[in-house]
């Protein structure tokens, strides 16, 4: 979209279309432009307002019903933060001191709004013309928000004494810009030096302010992480979707540390949570009771020592991420198995098994194990009416099957 056929579709013909349109339905989007246009409507401006249409609809999975009255871009809408993540972001500025924060390269504004929501007054740019309007128009609600259309290299962050309340917000594109999908969305890096502002910028910018967080690819290394800062691998729903750097006031817990967010509730597990904890791996013939896996955001900031302290158990191999304990303890950040029988890898004690418990309908999990699980499937050849759960995983440096029933 260009910015004149944005503004023609915020202007009155364009917004009057915009909201006359049915919620999306993609297999009558055809039919309905087709409609548009022989009612005497731009074909230019139809297409944008289905886009728009179509983008909304797929936005209320990162924005709830607050996706119905927003505009997007294809590539803006990927890399919006979703509003629960977002809010995290929000009130940890906030509760460092932060009143004004500076949020360079908004793409579409969904970290803005949540800035913009907790109070905080905000100064948004990117250098994408359209993105920024779109971002503008996202923080209409909030007078004390503003997005334009320039470079983070241009603006200037007030710092030192007179800023203590200034927070500097960062989540540089991670996309190749010219390389693009089928979809039209263009090609994610994961490469540092590919940057958008640049890693050197990000840096500096959010070293100098009194409080700053840069989002970045969960994929982080922890190596890159610099001295003094809060590295924070958030999930959501199981999946880990971003790793923050919290610098100066904004870094409470200096290290590395993991959010869990299910349902309403966020989990948080630092790195002095895992200090102390049992360093003897767990053995095979000594396999019984509960097994707990712990979140990916957990594993991804190295934590996993936090939940064999917190179960007072032994992990089943180094980094693994699954702990062994004879007790049972509730970890909202972990899921928790009964473990039923745990034997060595090896297929035809395996199939044993599977036909003498008669198990017609079997969950195989793997960890750390170098099995594909529809070919295994395969070679058990489950037949009967039990179900089972298996996990192939490594315990102690060999790989091993454990048998599992969730619990609650
Ligand atoms: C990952 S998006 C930001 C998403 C945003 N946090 C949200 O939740 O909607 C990154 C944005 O940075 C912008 N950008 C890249 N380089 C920039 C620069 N040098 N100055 C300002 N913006 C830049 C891109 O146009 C893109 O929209």
């Excluded at 030096?193 to 890693?199: N, Y």
């Excluded at 064999?308 to 062994?324: H, N």
Aim: hydrophobic share 45%; proline share 5%.
């Amino acid at each position: 979209m260009t910015p004149a056929l944005l503004a023609r579709l915020l202007s009155g013909e364009g917004a009057a279309l915009l909201a006359s349109l049915p919620p999306y339905d993609e297999a009558a989007a055809f039919s309905l432009a087709d409609r548009l246009r022989t009612e005497g409507f731009d074909p230019d401006l139809v297409a944008a307002a289905l886009t728009q249409s179509r983008l909304r609809a797929r936005g209320e999975r990162k924005f709830g019903e607050a996706a119905r009255s927003m505009l997007f871009t294809v590539d803006g809408l990927e890399q919006a933060t979703r509003q629960q993540v977002g809010r995290l972001h929000a009130r940890r500025l906030s509760d460092s001191g932060s009143r004004r924060v500076f949020d360079l390269g908004c793409g579409v504004g969904a970290d803005a709004r949540a800035f913009a929501e907790v109070g905080l007054r905000v100064a948004a740019v990117d250098a994408d013309e359209v993105t920024s309007a779109v971002a503008d128009f996202n923080l209409r609600s909030w007078p004390h928000a503003t997005a334009v259309h320039d470079l983070a290299e241009n603006v200037s962050v007030p710092t030192g004494l007179g800023a203590r309340d200034v927070a500097v917000w960062m989540d540089p594109a991670r996309r190749t810009p010219g390389v693009s999908d089928i979809q039209g969305r263009t090609r994610r890096t994961f490469r540092l030096d590919q940057l958008a502002p640049s890693w050197d910028l990000v840096r500096e910018l959010c070293a100098g302010a009194a409080a700053a967080g840069v989002k970045l690819s969960p994929s982080f290394a922890h190596a890159q992480i610099p001295p003094g800062t809060q590295a924070q691998w958030t999930s959501y729903d199981g999946e880990v979707v971003e790793c923050v750097l919290w610098w100066n006031d904004a870094a409470w817990d200096p290290g590395r540390s993991a959010v869990v967010i299910s349902g309403q509730f966020a989990h948080e597990v630092l790195e002095r949570d895992a200090e102390g904890a049992n360093p003897e791996p767990a053995r095979l013939d000594r396999l019984h009771g509960y097994l707990y896996e712990a979140d990916r955001a957990v594993i991804r900031a190295g934590l996993s020592g936090a939940l064999v302290r917190r179960v007072d158990g032994a992990e089943l191999d180094t980094g693994v991420g699954i702990v062994t304990s004879p007790r049972d303890v509730i970890v909202p950040w972990a899921k928790k198995y009964a473990v039923t029988d745990a034997i060595p890898f090896n297929i035809k004690a395996l199939r044993s098994w599977v036909r003498d418990h008669r198990i017609g309908h079997l969950t195989i999990k793997k960890k750390g194990a170098s099995v594909d699980p529809a070919q295994l499937r395969r070679q058990l050849r489950p037949r009967g009416d039990n179900d089972a759960t298996i996990l192939v995983t490594r315990v102690n440096g060999a790989q091993a099957v454990l048998m599992l029933m969730p619990v609650r």
